[in-house]
Nanobody, 121 residues
Framework: QVQLAESGGGSVQAGGSLRLACEYT?????MAWFRQAPGKEREGVAS???????TYADSVKGRFTISHDKHKNTQYLQMDNLKPEDAGMYYC??????????????????WGRGTLVNISS
């Protein structure tokens, strides 16, 4: 059974950095990070696909970097220049899909339990 476990969340000041990690037992061809702020819908933040380059939500482009260590079965999300609006629960996910739908919530097959990110201004 596919399992994903996030780590690395915490509390930082605005402008700071965090590095999230997602250890997984088995990945599909698409792996992604989602986040959900209180009272808001879950949204795709960044993704990697076996057939393409990483993709990012416009709100995080230039600040977040997704990477992958296949030898360790671990996916990372480096988050720099954090803003208060980046706060929320961050989830790792994997699915079988094409690159265009890698950050789409619908169709996600497996989710991690999430790691909480708090940003103080």
């Amino acid at each position: 059974q596919v399992q994903l476990a996030e780590s690395g969340g915490g509390s930082v000041q605005a402008g700071g950095s965090l590095r999230l990690a997602c250890e997984y037992t088995e990945g599909r061809n698409c792996m992604a990070w989602f986040r959900q702020a209180p009272g808001k819908e879950r949204e795709g933040v960044a993704s990697t696909h076996i057939d393409g380059s990483p993709t990012y939500a416009d709100s995080v482009k230039g600040r977040f970097t997704i990477s992958h260590d296949k030898h360790k079965n671990t996916q990372y999300l480096q988050m720099d220049n954090l803003k208060p609006e980046d706060a929320g629960m961050y989830y790792c996910a994997t699915r079988g899909s094409g690159p265009a739908t890698c950050r789409t919530i619908s169709g996600v097959e497996y989710w991690g339990r999430g790691t909480l990110v708090n940003i103080s201004s």
